[in-house]
Each structure stands twice: as C-alpha cells, then as structure tokens.
C-alpha cells in the first residue's frame, strides 16, 4: 500500500496562513511526482499544485498563484503546501496524490493522481 498522509489543517481567519504537509505512509516519496488538491463541499477535486521529484513546482493553479506554495524536502520526505492570505473560499478538504509522469502533473487533473489519503481540512473564516 502507497497511500499519503495529510495533516496541518485547521481554522484560520481571512488574511492568516498555514502550513500542511504531505507524507507517505511507509515508503519513500522521492523518486514520485506529488501534487496538491482540495475539494470544497459540493465541487470537484480542484488541482492546486504539482511538485516534481526535484522539488521544482511544475504546476500552480491560477486561483492560489501568489498565496499559495510548495516546498518539497526528500530529506524529511514531506511535500508541504504553504497557504498565505487565506481567504473564505479556500476553505475545504485538502489532499495530496501521486502522479508517474510531469505531463499528467502539470495538467492537475486528479483522474491521473493515486494514493489519497483522507485529507486535512481547512477552514477559513471571513
């Protein structure tokens, strides 16, 4: 089993920011893609970014570009999702995936991405 483990969410006002983390439940991510989703109630999963093995971010959706980074240490083995000026519409389930090839992550489609795990949730307040 490869599945990926999400934490760091929390309550939030408008304006602050958080930290989540993604990492695997057993194994080494180093040699994956791994990018980052949310899912809002009532929406699809939305693709937020996608961070290759390297740590380059190949992906940043146009929504959070500004706000929101990635930062990837193979050493800790965690892929972190940095969430600045949080607004009420960024509240929702986050999720880490991974991916097998740059082409699927830089389209940010999740029907591409596997091993979810059961996601962190954000809650930001107005």
């Known amino acids: 089993q490869t599945r990926l483990v999400e934490s760091g969410g929390g309550l939030v006002q408008a304006g602050g920011s958080l930290r989540l983390s993604c990492t695997p439940a057993g194994w080494e991510l180093e040699y994956y893609i791994i990018g980052w989703f949310r899912q809002a109630p009532g929406k699809e999963r939305e693709g937020l970014s996608c961070t290759t093995t390297r740590g380059e971010i190949s992906a940043i959706a146009d929504s959070v570009k500004g706000r929101f980074t990635s930062d990837r240490s193979n050493a800790k083995n965690t892929v972190d999702l940095v969430l600045h000026n949080l607004l009420p519409e960024d509240t929702g389930i986050y999720y880490c995936?991974?991916?097998?090839?740059?082409?699927?992550?830089?389209?940010?489609?999740?029907?591409?991405?596997?091993?979810w795990g059961q996601g962190t949730q954000v809650t930001v307040s107005s």
């Open positions: 995936g991974k991916v097998s090839s740059r082409r699927a992550c830089e389209g940010l489609d999740a029907a591409e991405y596997s091993d």
